[in-house]
Every structure is written in C-alpha cells, then in structure tokens.
C-alpha cells in the first residue's frame, strides 16, 4: 500500500531563517505531488505542484520554492522566512486521474 | 467547481450512525462529490467520492440524490475517533499533468459523544 510521509510535524523558526520540509511517498511509481498551505479559514491553497523529477509548477508567487530531486521526494524550502510563511503546510500526491493523499501536515511558526 | 453548502456542527452518540448532510444544488454533469475530513491538526483524510450511484466503502456510505443536488454521507457506526470536521467537495476528477486547487468550505463539525 502507499504511504506519504512529511516531517517534521511541527517547527518554530526565526525571520530570516532558511526552511526545508521534506515528503517522501512509498509504494507507488511517478506520483503527482503537491505542496498546500492551509489557512486559518480551512481552505487549502495549493502552492506548487510535480509531474516528474524536476519538473516544478508554481502556482502564486511567494517567498518559497520547491523542488523534486527523486521520483518520490518532494521538498518545500525558503531562504529567508517570513512572518507571513507561518501556517500548516500539506504534501499530497495522486495516482493519475484518481483522489488526493494527504501526509499529516507541518505547523510553521515563524517567530 | 459547484459550491457545497453544510450544516457547521452536528453531534452523534457513540455506536450510532451519522448522517452528515451536503447540499450541491448547482453541481453540473460531469463534478463528482468528494467527501475528505480533518480531525485536529492533521492533514486532510479522502473518504468516499461519487458521480451519481451510491458507494460504499469500509469507512463510510455515500447517498446522492437522483437529481444530484444533494447528498448525505453516513458513518454506520460512529466512534469517538470519527470526531473530525467533514468537507464535501464538488469538482472534476483530479487530472494526470494537472493540479487543481482543492477549495475546502468550512466544512461540518462532527462531534461524537461518549
């Protein structure tokens, strides 16, 4: 069975600060993957998304970026962190023309 | 998408189904209704979606009317653990090549009591 993990759970950083949130996806083979921020609202803002290794859409500009460096690893990162970054950040990945897996969210507080 | 309108909280006694109403009267022909939830500071878990026949899953039931404008989704037997917020969703099927935005409303708050 698949499986999508992300970490760590939880992270307070300093403005200023780099940032790397890592997801990793197990059992499954060239996945779509996704990075989320979901707002005090509840609602998901989806931020960058992957069809393959190397290959990165954005979807609104911002402070962060995103990279996929393996099949089934997908990283969120900044150089310098924001007060604005702060929020709880999903990865997701979907087979093809199927549902979305969400991995257990990281709380970002940006202090 | 076609938007969901939901109740924003409901209660159920433990052992007892919960019947979590959605209303998508503007749904158009080729949306599929999702149902994910969110128990508390985690991420969003998939339920059960369908199109127009009523599914069934080891989690829950799904229920579309005929004329799709409405649906409920039904845990037989809520235990403690189902407390969560529940969202219905009502989009397209998520597409190889393309992301879409998932828009989760404010969805309901299902509240299971001992």
């Known amino acids: 069975s698949q499986t999508i993990h992300q970490w760590p759970a939880t992270l307070v950083q300093p403005v200023g600060s780099p940032l790397s949130l890592e997801c990793t996806v197990e059992?499954?083979?060239?996945?779509?993957l996704y990075w989320y921020r979901q707002a005090a609202g509840r609602g998901l803002q989806l931020l960058f998304y992957?069809?393959?290794?190397?290959?990165i859409s954005s979807e609104v500009p911002q402070n962060l970026s995103a990279s996929r460096p393996q099949d089934r690893q997908f990283i969120l990162s900044s150089k310098k962190l924001l007060l604005s970054d702060s929020g709880f950040y999903l990865c997701?990945?979907?087979?093809?023309?199927?549902?979305?897996?969400f991995g257990q969210g990281t709380r970002l507080t940006v202090v | 998408d076609a938007k969901t309108t939901q109740p924003t909280s409901m209660d159920c006694a433990e052992g007892r189904a919960a019947n979590l109403p959605c209303n998508h009267s503007?749904?158009?022909?080729?949306?599929?209704v999702y149902w994910y939830r969110q128990i508390h500071s985690q991420g969003p878990q998939y339920i059960i979606h369908?199109?127009?026949n009523n599914e069934t899953n080891e989690m829950a039931s799904l229920i579309i009317t005929e004329d799709r404008k409405s649906s409920t989704l039904i845990l037989p037997h809520a235990t403690l653990r189902d407390t969560a917020v529940y969202y219905c969703?009502?989009?397209?099927?998520?597409?190889?090549?393309?992301?879409?935005?998932?828009?989760f409303g404010s969805g309901t708050q299902l509240t299971v009591l001992p």
């Open positions: 997701a990945w979907s087979p093809s023309r199927t549902e979305a897996f």
């Open positions: 059992g499954t083979s060239n996945p779509n």
């Open positions: 992957s069809v393959g290794i190397g290959q």
């Open positions: 503007t749904i158009s022909g080729n949306e599929y």
């Open positions: 369908g199109l127009k």
């Open positions: 969703i009502v989009r397209v099927p998520l597409s190889s090549g393309s992301a879409r935005q998932l828009t």
